[in-house]
C-alpha cells in the first residue's frame, strides 16, 4: 500500500504563498489520478485541485482557479499544491490522495497538513 505524507502547512499572511509538497511511498504510476482536497472546521471536505498522473490533465475548484497551481514530479513520486493570494478562507487542513481509477473514491489519505491564513 502506498502511503503519503504531506507537509509544507503553516501560517502565512492574507496575499502570501505556501508550497505544499505530498511524498508517496510508491511510484504516483499506481494511481489514475493525485489530488489536494481540503476541511475547514465545521465544513465537509472538499476536493481542491486534481491531476493525472499520466498526461497531467488539472482540475481547480472555483475557489481556487487562477491562485493555485498543482504539479507533479513523477521521478521523485511528489505531487505539490502551490497557493498563491491565499485568503483567511483558504484557512484548513489540506489532505493529499490518490485515486486507482478515473471515477474510484479517493484514497490511500496523508495525515494532512494545517494551512492558516491570517487577515
Known amino acids: 500500500q502506498v502511503q503519503l505524507v504531506e507537509s509544507g502547512g503553516g501560517l502565512v499572511q492574507a496575499g502570501g504563498s505556501l508550497r505544499l509538497s505530498c511524498a508517496a511511498s510508491?511510484?504516483?504510476?499506481?494511481?489514475?489520478?493525485m489530488a489536494w482536497h481540503r476541511q475547514a472546521p465545521g465544513k465537509q471536505r472538499e476536493l481542491v485541485a486534481r491531476?493525472?498522473?499520466?498526461?497531467?490533465?488539472?482540475f481547480y475548484a472555483d475557489s481556487v482557479k487562477g491562485r493555485f497551481t498543482i504539479s507533479r514530479d513523477n521521478a521523485k513520486n511528489r505531487v505539490y499544491l502551490q497557493m498563491n493570494s491565499l485568503k483567511p478562507e483558504d484557512t484548513a487542513v489540506y489532505y493529499c490522495?490518490?485515486?486507482?481509477?478515473?471515477?474510484?473514491?479517493?484514497?490511500?489519505w496523508g495525515q494532512g497538513t494545517q494551512v492558516t491564513v491570517s487577515s
Open positions: 510508491g511510484s504516483i504510476f499506481s494511481f489514475s489520478a
Open positions: 491531476i493525472t498522473t499520466t498526461g497531467g490533465s488539472t
Open positions: 490522495a490518490g485515486r486507482r481509477t478515473s471515477v474510484g473514491n479517493w484514497g490511500p
